[in-house]
């Protein structure tokens, strides 16, 4: 079977590009394991102390923190479209002043929403005074979907989505690169907010899933490619037995 150098190396590139981004995708799963159970290990560590000194994003993402300070009822932000046990509502997000300097946004729960009027806030309660806040610091109050940034405007009580960074060049907050979820009540104190937040979720059985495509794809430009040698290779003998069945009747004719 006579092999073609072109078809060949264009199935070979193919198979050692879906091959190569199959294991791409294999270890991102295993990234993600690994930071899954990082984030099981954080859920019962000790709280991480928050003040003024900036801490980075990457170094205490999904850890267990506390601060303390006194919330600023007068910045909050309500994010909307978050539901709850299919029910419409907000998320309310505040800066936390804390203690000693500086500030960090706290997103201390869930709050209905008024179906007949997205505007008319349900009642809680903010505490006037000093408070230690205990939660895990996540890179955003959660993203929602959102068609442009006019729903996330600056200076809007209602927002669909709010960056840290953002915020804190609107107001001129010295803020921390993370926001804290806040996980519990302060202790004497109910607000009247949910805090039954979901676990986060880093969704490695989709990487798997496109490992397993990727690979499918290689088995698939290999098959195509014995299949198509195969074919060519048929077509090859049939024409070379005409070709010599054809001869064989010109000699018969020249005798």
Known sequence: MKIRLVPALLILIVMAVTIRLGFWQRDRAHQKEA?????TQYATSTPQAVGAAPLALKDIEFHRVSAKG???PERVVYLDNRPYNDQPGFYVVMPLKLEGGGYVLVNRGWLPRNIADRTAIAPYETP????EVVGIARATATQAFELGAGGSAPHQKIRQNLGVASYAAETGLPLQPFVIQQT??????????????PVPDTD?????????????????????GVYAARKAAAK????????????SNGSAKDA
């Open 184 to 197: 519990g009540f302060v202790p004497g104190f109910k607000d009247g907010l949910v805090r039954d937040w």
């Open 70 to 72: 006194t919330f600023l």
């Open 128 to 131: 006037p005074g000093p408070v």
């Open 204 to 224: 490695v059985e989709r990487n798997y899933g496109y490992m397993l495509q990727w690979w499918g794809m290689a088995l698939a430009a290999l098959g195509f």
């Open 236 to 247: 090859e003998r049939t024409e070379g037995a005409t070709r010599r069945q054809a001869g």
């Open 35 to 39: 930071l899954q159970a990082q984030i």
